[in-house]
């Protein structure tokens, strides 16, 4: 059973920074590509960053340069470093592991970007 357990999502300004993590196995992250997706109200689940164990990372056009994603293998959490976040950052946040026809999902995290 793979557990992806998300955190840090909250409410932030207008500019203002967070940091999501992803706790899970070290198994895990050593053998999966390791992501991070979100879904807005009324809209489909959005690709935002993918990260594989060697760092080799991808990110959506729309947080490039503001959002980085990386992997503390000494925790075995990736975390998300979001800065400069827009109103339409705003969503419901999700780790994923995938690999081959395996694909896992957190419960996800709630990012409310608003004044």
């Known amino acids: 059973q793979v557990q992806l357990v998300e955190s840090g999502g909250g409410l932030v300004q207008p500019g203002g920074s967070l940091r999501l993590s992803c706790a899970t196995s070290?198994?895990?992250?050593?053998?999966?590509?390791m992501g991070w997706y979100r879904q807005a109200p009324g809209k489909q689940r959005e690709l935002v960053a993918t990260i594989t164990s060697d760092g080799t990372s991808n990110y959506a056009d729309s947080v490039k340069g503001r959002f980085t994603i990386s992997i503390d293998a000494t925790k075995n959490t990736v975390h998300l470093q979001m800065n400069s976040l827009k109103p339409e950052d705003t969503a419901n946040y999700y780790c994923?592991?995938?690999?081959?026809?395996?694909?896992?999902w957190g419960q996800g995290t709630q990012v409310t970007v608003s004044s």
């Open positions: 994923n592991a995938y690999r081959y026809s395996y694909n896992y």
């Open positions: 070290g198994s895990i992250i050593s053998r999966y590509r």
